[in-house]
């Protein structure tokens, strides 16, 4: 059942991809799938976000407790588009970074800019 779900959706994400995002399993395991977003942050390592931990794990209530078998890769794949776009500081992650992004906006996007520099090389 799950590998005919998967199969459907990399059909779909194939042929009608959402807006800057792809994905695709990675080689021939549909249940390890890699994707990638475009647009003002992109990350492939470390990133510094308040919904992102050190270790890539990711905050995103769909994620969690809204998720249901509804939602398609590309309803997840905008949802995190979304994230990167608009970060949900009062949800964290990483509460340091979260209260830098509501305090200090200008020492957020400059600390964010530094670990692109750093890590997505």
């Given at each position: 059942?799950?590998?005919?779900?998967l199969?459907k959706?990399l059909?779909?994400?194939?042929?009608d991809?959402p807006?800057?995002?792809?994905?695709?399993?990675?080689?021939?395991?549909?249940?390890?799938?890699e994707?990638?977003?475009?647009?003002p942050v992109?990350?492939?390592?470390k990133i510094?976000?308040?919904?992102?931990?050190s270790s890539?794990?990711i905050?995103?209530d769909i994620?969690?407790s809204q998720?249901?078998?509804?939602?398609?890769?590309?309803?997840?794949?905008?949802?995190?588009?979304?994230?990167?776009?608009?970060?949900?500081p009062?949800?964290?992650?990483?509460?340091?970074?979260?209260?830098?992004f509501?305090?200090?906006?200008?020492?957020?996007?400059?600390?964010?800019?530094e670990?692109?520099?750093?890590?997505?090389?």
């Amino acid at each position: 059942m799950a590998l005919k779900r998967l199969n459907k959706e990399l059909q779909d994400i194939t042929t009608d991809p959402p807006p800057g995002c792809s994905a695709g399993p990675v080689g021939d395991d549909l249940f390890k799938w890699e994707a990638s977003l475009t647009g003002p942050v992109g990350f492939k390592t470390k990133i510094y976000h308040p919904n992102i931990n050190s270790s890539g794990a990711i905050c995103l209530d769909i994620l969690r407790s809204q998720w249901s078998p509804a939602l398609t890769v590309s309803k997840i794949l905008l949802s995190l588009h979304a994230l990167m776009s608009e970060p949900n500081p009062d949800d964290p992650l990483m509460p340091d970074i979260a209260k830098l992004f509501k305090t200090d906006r200008k020492k957020y996007m400059q600390n964010a800019r530094e670990w692109t520099r750093k890590y997505a090389t």
